[in-house]
């Protein structure tokens, strides 16, 4: 099983440039997430889907924008990228939204540094 | 957000079980508690989640306070894989679909 996948793994981005970073599920969820990780610090929600169509803030959405046309599909943007954008970036997804008593299953994550 | 507060690190020695703790005073009636862990460089994996009874499955226990206000997650035998920084999360409130990840307890798991 695919199960979520994120593309690329690893990227190095000069500051000003744009980029997305792709992520898809094949489990048919309708909950998908981004989050971010510093080094040494734990999660932080960048933007999260509740369905198509659909797409909220979370904790940490400046600098970035998402879009949600499918339900397979959650791809996060870095439009103008910035040396504080240098991070861990993860995406998850889940076929309901806590608490329902569904896991949260997340990508292998994406490297991002920003120079 | 119900706020979740543990230990910054902790330590555990081969084969014996882990016991981490996880403060939530502030969950709220209808909010689950969720652990996760992380693996160096790897995405977070789920643990296990209960209510209010307490749980168990074939990677660990979880023990939750009669008032809720707290609970303990248990590696009954610990092995050197189980080193990871585990993460204690209950659901926001107000209906949001967040899921807001704390700063987690490192636990170090020695031979």
């Known amino acids: 099983n695919a199960g979520v996948t994120q593309t690329p793994k690893f990227r190095i981005l000069k500051i000003g440039q744009s980029m997305t970073l792709q992520c898809t599920q094949d489990?048919?969820?309708?909950?998908m997430y981004w989050y971010r990780q510093d080094p040494g610090m734990g999660l932080k929600l960048i933007y999260y889907?509740?369905?198509?169509?659909?797409?909220d803030k979370g904790e940490v959405p400046n600098g970035y924008n998402v879009s949600r046309s499918t339900t397979e599909d959650f791809p996060l943007r870095l439009e103008l990228a910035a040396p504080s954008q240098t991070s861990v970036y993860f995406c998850?997804?889940?076929?309901?939204?806590?608490?329902?008593?569904?896991?949260?299953?997340f990508g292998e994550g994406s490297w991002l540094t920003v120079v | 957000d119900a706020k979740t507060t543990q230990p910054t690190s902790m330590d555990c020695a081969e084969g014996r079980a882990a016991n981490l703790p996880c403060n939530h005073s502030?969950?709220?009636?209808?909010?689950?508690v969720y652990w996760y862990r992380q693996i160096h460089s790897q995405g977070p994996q789920y643990i296990i989640h209960?209510?209010?009874n307490n749980e168990t499955n074939e990677m660990a226990s979880l023990i939750i306070t009669e008032d809720r206000k707290s609970s303990t997650l248990i590696l009954p035998h610990a092995t050197l894989r189980d080193t990871a920084v585990y993460y204690c999360?209950?659901?926001?409130?107000?209906?949001?679909?967040?899921?807001?990840f704390g700063k987690g307890t490192k636990l170090t798991v020695n031979p």
């Open positions: 999360i209950v659901r926001t409130q107000g209906g949001s679909e967040k899921l807001v």
């Open positions: 502030t969950i709220s009636g209808n909010e689950y």
């Open positions: 209960g209510l209010k």
């Open positions: 998850a997804s889940s076929s309901q939204p806590p608490p329902t008593g569904n896991t949260i299953y």
């Open positions: 889907s509740v369905g198509a169509g659909i797409t």
């Open positions: 489990m048919n969820h309708n909950y």
